[in-house]
Structures are given as structure tokens and as C-alpha cells.
């Protein structure tokens, strides 16, 4: 059995343990309600919760649809929401016209996570693969990762949770004998403020909002691939967002480099009863990028070099957006 194989059957029998260990820690759940409380409250229940959206990015010389679907399943106690069960998965198939034809016209996004919150204790995992060969295009077409983290301080304005993250993933990296290395623990650090004014995160990825409980609102998010600001306006029933941001679609493709479309965006949006997000703008300086493998160091950008990249110009055009997508 190769090493890739292996790594598969460790990851399931996380998942497997992750599910188990839910069904052990129900009872417990339940009898630690107390017992003045409303019978139906002392009863965890089970939400699914249904996901959709597509996408469409226009450009002078390059088009991206981008179409995803999928379900959480999540399960609670109403008396006590620090004891959660959560599953979700999703697919999403992105398909583009290239300007360069020799990369295909059709990849896939397939993500499935899962998670268990004990109080102060929370358990995930996840595996996704986005290329046009999931998990059966090889190493570089999948990724999972397992991991643990507990919060050590919640106030009433500060929270922390600090953990590790086991991630499994062929990132170029190879030993003396020629074999991929797969496995890179990681540290995992969650931190939260929350105060009248200012509301901020680090999740990973940071995030900041200004005047949250304002009727306007501003906000900036920075992430791997990009990064996000904008003004929201907050009514009932509507939000509305006004906006700029660097948005970049990653895929690996299965020769082992990784293909890529970004570009710039000025947009508006608008989100209805809390389910619905509309979104659309003009798009400009974009880009099809490819990345070929080749490690140099361990902080070489996960085993891409920027100085083997293929880069194209795209033009500028527009994006339209919606999703549906049912909440708590």
C-alpha cells in the first residue's frame, strides 16, 4: 500500500472516530440539561441546511462559471449551543475558457468538513480537492487535514482558542530516498474582540469591522488569496454592501503545478432576509496565471515558485454573483 493510500485511511478513521464520538457524547449531553428547563428544549435537534450559488466572471479575453451546491447538517442542544455536531459538503464545478488552451476547460471543487464542539474542546477535519482530477489525479489533487484546538480565555470582550492542525498535503517536498513527504503539523490560533465599536478576528485570516451595531457598518478582510472592503448599510430585511476586492480562483492541476484567475473588482451587493446575496461589479486587471511546482525552501509559497509562473493577460470585464443559503 503507497504512502498516499495510507494517509486516506488515516483521515477516514478521524472522521470515523469524530462520528462516533458524537454518538457517545449525546446522552451525556441531554442529562446535563437542567431539569427545570423546557422539556423540548432538552432535546437536541437536528438542522439541514441547504446551499446554493453560481457565479460568472467576464473578461476580454477569459470567462469563469462557476456553479456550487451542497448541505450542512448541523445538530444542538437550544439550551446549550457550546455542545455542536456539524457536517458539510459541497461541490462546486468551475468551467473557463482559457486564454491558453492547453489547460482544461473543466475543474472541480469538492469539500467535506466536520466538526465537534464539547464546551470548551472542538474537534474538525476536512478533506477538499479542487482540480480537474479529484482525488484520483494523484497527491497534488486532494487535501485533508485533522485538527484540535481549546479556548483558553472567553470574556466578555476577548476570546482565544489555541490548537494544532495536522495537514495532509503533497506540497513538493521530498525526502533522501525520492518519496513526497505528506504530513506538516501546524499551529492553530483562533482570536476574537468584540467591543461596541469595533468588532475583529483571526481565524486564520483577519477580519475587522468598524461600528458593527451601527446602521453603517465598515469592514475589511484579508485572506491568502485576497482581501476585501466594504461599507454596509443594515435595515431589517435588507443589507447593502458597497465594496472593493482582490479575488484569486486557485485550482492544482494534475502535473503538479497550480492554475489561477485573479483580478480586481469594485461591486455592490445586496443580501435579503439573511439567506439571499445578490453581487455584481466591474472587474479589471485580470489575470490567468500557472505556477509549476518546484520546492526551494519550506516557505516557498507551499512548494510553488513564483520564478516558473506563466502569467496572461485577461482585460477587464464584470462578475455577477448569487447564493442561497439557509442560516441559524
Not at 24 to 47: A, G, K, L, P
Not at 175 to 202: H, K, Q, R, V
Not at 258 to 285: C, M, Q, T
Request: hydrophobic share 40%; charged share 20%.
Amino acid at each position: 500500500m503507497n504512502r498516499a493510500a495510507k494517509l486516506k485511511i488515516i483521515f477516514l478513521l478521524i472522521m470515523f472516530i469524530l462520528c462516533l464520538n458524537n454518538i457517545f457524547c449525546e446522552q451525556d449531553i441531554i442529562r446535563e440539561e437542567n431539569e427545570n428547563e423546557n422539556e423540548q428544549e432538552s432535546i437536541s435537534r437536528t438542522f439541514f441546511l441547504p446551499a446554493f450559488s453560481y457565479k460568472y466572471v467576464s473578461f476580454d479575453n477569459l470567462k469563469m462559471h462557476n456553479i456550487s451546491s451542497g448541505a450542512t447538517m448541523l445538530r444542538f442542544n437550544p439550551a446549550d449551543r457550546e455542545k455542536m455536531f456539524l457536517i458539510t459538503m459541497m461541490y462546486s464545478p468551475q468551467i473557463t475558457s482559457e486564454i491558453d488552451p492547453a489547460y482544461p476547460d473543466l475543474y472541480h471543487n469538492v469539500s467535506l468538513t466536520v466538526m465537534q464542539m464539547l464546551n470548551k474542546h472542538m474537534f474538525y477535519g476536512s478533506l477538499m480537492a479542487m482540480t480537474e482530477k479529484p482525488l484520483y489525479g494523484g497527491s497534488n489533487s486532494y487535501m485533508s487535514m485533522a485538527g484540535y484546538s481549546y479556548n483558553i480565555i472567553k470574556g466578555d470582550h476577548f476570546s482565544m482558542n489555541l490548537g494544532t492542525v495536522l495537514l495532509f498535503m503533497d506540497i513538493g517536498y521530498k525526502m533522501d530516498n525520492g518519496m513526497p513527504w505528506f504530513i506538516w503539523p501546524l499551529p492553530m490560533i483562533n482570536l476574537s474582540w468584540t467591543y461596541e465599536w469595533i468588532e475583529a478576528g483571526f481565524i486564520p485570516g483577519a477580519r475587522m469591522t468598524l461600528f458593527p451595531k451601527a446602521p453603517v457598518s465598515f469592514t475589511t478582510r484579508l485572506i491568502t488569496d485576497g482581501y476585501d472592503f466594504f461599507l454596509q448599510y443594515n435595515t431589517e430585511k435588507v443589507i447593502s454592501t458597497f465594496g472593493f476586492k482582490r479575488e484569486m480562483c486557485n485550482v492544482n492541476i494534475s502535473d503538479g503545478g497550480r492554475y489561477g484567475i485573479k483580478y480586481y473588482a469594485l461591486y455592490g451587493g445586496l443580501k435579503v432576509f439573511k439567506f439571499l446575496d445578490l453581487s455584481g461589479g466591474w472587474a479589471f486587471n485580470g489575470e490567468e496565471e500557472y505556477k509549476k511546482r518546484s520546492w526551494d525552501s519550506l516557505f516557498s509559497s507551499f512548494g510553488y515558485s513564483r520564478s516558473s509562473s506563466f502569467t496572461a493577460a485577461a482585460g477587464n470585464g464584470y462578475f455577477f454573483s448569487a447564493s442561497f443559503r439557509l442560516g441559524m
